[in-house]
């Protein structure tokens, strides 16, 4: 059974304090790893696509990598509107759908 | 473009009540899909589309029915509401890159 695993389920952070957070997957044949940002009472909102192990992406204070067995979103020197969930999700074989992670539940505090 | 819109944006059931949530989105795409949120338990995939007249079943389809019948619709039917069918519900459309998602604004059903 495909399966993605999110570290930590919360973290709380000050206002540039830099960390990770982790998604580890165990899935029959990646195809591709998505992150998403999920502000409160809003639906997801894309961020990142990764399809292969030593790809990164990044996008403002945000960096998304990725290993054969996990992915990492980095985030730099945040600020409070970095608060949300983040949202992890890995697709196989094709165009079939995605399977979610249950998210980390980031708190930036000013 | 609206993108993904979802009606309505809350609803309280009665247990055994039916209802229908509604879904459309103008950007044209093949993919659609129905998910559910709960506390803590991240989204599960209700039923998804790949096209008008072609559905298929996720990870918790029972007690939900779909139908596309058109590219822009993707409607969820509950049937017999149930407490456990309380939850978030999000509908979502992709188009050539099938992983990269946009979300509606959420559907919050409360079963009581």
């Known amino acids: 059974e495909d399966q993605v695993t999110q570290s930590p389920e919360a973290l709380r952070l000050q206002e540039g304090e830099s960390s990770s957070l982790n998604c580890s997957y165990t899935?029959?044949?990646?195809?591709?790893l998505f992150w998403y940002r999920q502000d409160p009472g809003k639906g997801p909102e894309f961020l990142f696509t990764?399809?292969?192990a030593g790809e990164e992406k990044e996008k403002e204070r945000l960096k998304a990598t990725l290993t054969k067995k996990e992915s990492f979103l980095h985030i730099t020197a945040p600020k409070p509107e970095d608060s949300a969930t983040y949202l992890c999700?890995?697709?196989?074989?094709?165009?079939?759908?995605?399977?979610f992670g249950k998210g980390t539940r980031l708190s930036v505090i000013a | 473009n609206a993108g993904v819109t979802q009606t309505p944006k809350f609803r309280i059931l009665k247990i055994g009540q039916s209802m229908t949530l509604q879904c459309t989105q103008d950007?044209?795409?093949?993919?659609m899909y129905w998910y559910r949120q709960d506390p803590g338990m991240g989204l599960k995939l209700i039923y998804y589309?790949?096209?008008?007249?072609?559905?298929d079943k996720g990870e918790v389809p029972n007690g939900y029915n779909v139908s596309r019948s058109t590219t822009e619709d993707f409607p969820l039917r509950l049937e017999l509401a149930a407490p456990s069918q309380t939850s978030v519900y999000f509908c979502?459309?992709?188009?050539?890159?099938?992983?990269?998602?946009?979300f509606g604004e959420g559907s919050r059903l409360t079963v009581l």
């Open positions: 990764l399809y292969s």
């Open positions: 589309s790949v096209g008008a007249g072609i559905t």
């Open positions: 950007m044209n795409h093949n993919y």
């Open positions: 899935v029959s044949g990646l195809r591709g």
């Open positions: 979502a459309s992709s188009g050539l890159v099938a992983g990269e998602l946009f």
């Open positions: 999700a890995v697709q196989v074989r094709g165009n079939t759908p995605l399977v």
